[in-house]
């Protein structure tokens, strides 16, 4: 699949993410990857198996280096994922990359879907967003729902 197609999504879980992309192999090879994981971890709570000064994006791109990581659709379910309508307008998919152009795609399929596009600037910014991805999973949780998005809604003024 990844030799066949010009985006690739990786949406694995985190213990299977590595694998997942050796298995790939050269077929990622300057094609653009979305990152959807989250680097969860299940102890006596759900945590983040990495975090603060590294992310998991971040670890998708060493693992996959000659591919174009972006993180992107990983604080949302993937029940909304495809039609993100909410009483607001249309909620904020954030995206972090390193790469522009992969960017672009990336954010082009998110306005797409019908999101709002919030660049979190370089692949750095998987350490805000997987984060995030842990709160929505925990309300989800907590509420026992996954009819929720996280967005920005600007100030009135």
């Given at each position: 699949a990844?030799?066949?197609?010009?985006?690739?999504?990786?949406?694995?879980?985190?213990?299977?993410a590595?694998?997942?992309?050796?298995?790939?192999?050269?077929g990622?090879?300057?094609?653009?990857?979305?990152?959807?994981t989250?680097?969860?971890?299940f102890?006596?709570?759900?945590?983040?198996?990495?975090?603060?000064?590294d992310?998991?994006?971040?670890q998708?791109?060493r693992w996959?280096?000659?591919?174009?990581?972006?993180?992107?659709?990983n604080?949302?379910g993937?029940?909304?994922?495809?039609?993100?309508?909410?009483?607001?307008?249309?909620?904020?998919?954030?995206?972090?990359?390193?790469?522009?152009?992969?960017?672009?795609?990336?954010?082009?399929?998110?306005?797409?879907?019908?999101?709002s596009?919030?660049d979190?600037?370089?692949?750095?910014?998987?350490?805000?967003?997987?984060?995030?991805a842990?709160?929505?999973?925990?309300?989800?949780?907590?509420?026992?729902?996954?009819d929720?998005v996280?967005t920005?809604v600007?100030?009135?003024?």
């Amino acid at each position: 699949a990844a030799a066949g197609g010009e985006v690739v999504v990786l949406a694995t879980a985190w213990g299977g993410a590595q694998n997942a992309l050796s298995l790939a192999g050269d077929g990622l090879a300057g094609k653009v990857l979305v990152d959807v994981t989250n680097p969860l971890q299940f102890t006596d709570r759900l945590g983040l198996a990495i975090g603060h000064r590294d992310s998991g994006g971040e670890q998708v791109q060493r693992w996959a280096p000659d591919a174009k990581v972006v993180k992107a659709f990983n604080t949302v379910g993937f029940e909304l994922m495809d039609h993100p309508r909410i009483s607001v307008g249309a909620p904020s998919l954030f995206v972090a990359t390193d790469h522009a152009d992969a960017g672009a795609v990336a954010s082009t399929l998110a306005t797409d879907l019908g999101w709002s596009v919030h660049d979190c600037g370089g692949l750095r910014g998987a350490r805000l967003t997987e984060p995030m991805a842990l709160l929505w999973i925990e309300h989800a949780i907590r509420s026992g729902t996954r009819d929720h998005v996280l967005t920005f809604v600007a100030a009135e003024r």
